[in-house]
């Protein structure tokens, strides 16, 4: 399926699930913070620890792809899922599955992640994709802090088998608002790929390849109105070890509410590698649409 088609259904997608969200959503008052997050005061800090008042407004209807952040130390998810079947003059098949967890507290912050993707064509298995990982961050101040890392990855159909990432570094928080966030943050990076089969990168035919890298990465997340949000990350992986060399990614996605707990999602995602392997191409992209709930 050509990515024009895809893009008329996704927009069709969302213009549906935002009549549903209109019809579902009690009208806001003035005062309600169109925040997915229970929205504190400014915080202060007190003997080294970050302290949040929370506030008595009332949670209004807004959708969201990631979990709703409150600093009481229990964990938040999100579980999305995305599905297609076609049949007749010929068969194919998509899913994708993912899901989000979250632990905050005044102090730090614990995220988990995962993504499933098998797409398939008359018979034959044409996409495989997993990630999995999680970062832990501590605050050293209200916008300075400290992160931690690890990512797993497997993509058959690019040669992938198995890519183990370690990061670490500082990030600050440029913009903490109710309805905007954005966040710089940069570090180091140690990447391991296992391919599937033998390829040629950095003058060598190789099964494995290890490599530090620098890390150098924003995102951002914005409630664009009552029952729409929106969020993106880029990421950039220049090698230490082969100067010239770098990877990049691109996460992005919009979210509109149905109910309080029921968003419907369209997500984009691109991963591009300098040096990807002979016969390969240098970047791979993935949109998705699909229907996402939050336990909190």
Same mark, same amino acid.
């Given at each position: 399926?050509?990515?024009? %088609?895809? =893009? $008329? *259904?996704?927009?069709? /997608?969302?213009?549906?699930?935002?009549?549903? +969200?209109?019809? &579902?959503?009690?009208?806001?008052?003035?005062?309600?913070?169109?925040?997915?997050?229970?929205?504190?005061?400014?915080?202060?800090?007190?003997?080294?620890?970050?302290?949040?008042?929370?506030?008595?407004?009332?949670?209004?209807?807004?959708?969201?792809?990631? %979990?709703? =952040? $409150? *600093?009481?130390?229990? /964990?938040?998810?999100?579980?999305?899922?995305? +599905?297609?079947? &076609?049949?007749?003059?010929?068969?194919?098949?998509?899913?994708?599955?993912?899901?989000?967890?979250?632990?905050?507290?005044?102090?730090?912050?614990?995220?988990?992640?995962?993504?499933?993707?098998?797409?398939?064509?008359?018979?034959?298995?044409?996409?495989?994709?997993?990630?999995?990982?999680?970062?832990?961050?501590?605050?050293?101040?209200?916008?300075?802090?400290?992160?931690?890392?690890?990512?797993?990855?497997?993509?058959?159909?690019?040669?992938?088998?198995?890519?183990?990432?370690?990061?670490?570094?500082?990030?600050?928080?440029?913009?903490?608002?109710?309805?905007?966030?954005?966040?710089?943050?940069?570090?180091?990076?140690?990447?391991?790929?296992?391919?599937?089969?033998?390829?040629?990168?950095?003058?060598?035919?190789?099964?494995?390849?290890?490599?530090?890298?620098?890390?150098?990465?924003?995102?951002?997340?914005?409630?664009?109105?009552?029952?729409?949000?929106?969020?993106?990350?880029?990421?950039?992986?220049?090698?230490?070890?082969?100067?010239?060399?770098?990877?990049?990614?691109?996460?992005?996605?919009?979210?509109?509410?149905?109910?309080?707990?029921?968003?419907?999602?369209?997500?984009?995602?691109?991963?591009?590698?300098?040096?990807?392997?002979?016969?390969?191409?240098?970047?791979?992209?993935?949109?998705?649409?699909?229907?996402?709930?939050?336990?909190?």
């Amino acid at each position: 399926m050509s990515i024009r %088609p895809a =893009l $008329i *259904a996704a927009a069709s /997608f969302l213009s549906i699930g935002s009549a549903m +969200a209109q019809t &579902a959503a009690p009208a806001m008052t003035p005062s309600a913070s169109p925040s997915p997050v229970a929205a504190p005061t400014a915080p202060t800090v007190e003997n080294g620890s970050i302290t949040h008042t929370p506030s008595t407004q009332a949670k209004p209807l807004v959708a969201d792809t990631k %979990p709703t =952040l $409150i *600093a009481d130390g229990q /964990f938040r998810g999100v579980l999305g899922l995305g +599905a297609s079947v &076609a049949s007749g003059n010929s068969r194919s098949s998509n899913l994708a599955l993912t899901g989000q967890a979250v632990r905050a507290t005044q102090l730090n912050k614990t995220s988990l992640y995962a993504l499933a993707l098998r797409s398939s064509a008359d018979g034959a298995t044409t996409g495989e994709q997993l990630r999995l990982g999680g970062r832990y961050d501590h605050n050293l101040s209200t916008q300075l802090f400290a992160f931690g890392g690890l990512d797993f990855e497997r993509n058959k159909f690019s040669n992938l088998k198995l890519r183990s990432q370690a990061t670490g570094g500082l990030g600050y928080h440029f913009i903490n608002t109710p309805t905007t966030t954005w966040d710089l943050f940069g570090g180091l990076a140690y990447t391991a790929d296992k391919f599937v089969s033998a390829t040629e990168i950095d003058g060598s035919v190789r099964n494995s390849y290890a490599y530090p890298s620098l890390l150098l990465a924003e995102e951002s997340s914005h409630v664009l109105s009552d029952t729409t949000t929106a969020r993106q990350r880029v990421a950039v992986y220049p090698n230490l070890r082969n100067r010239g060399e770098f990877r990049a990614t691109l996460d992005a996605g919009i979210a509109v509410a149905m109910t309080r707990a029921l968003s419907l999602n369209v997500g984009l995602g691109a991963a591009y590698n300098s040096e990807p392997g002979a016969g390969r191409k240098t970047t791979d992209t993935l949109l998705t649409t699909g229907v996402s709930v939050k336990f909190d």
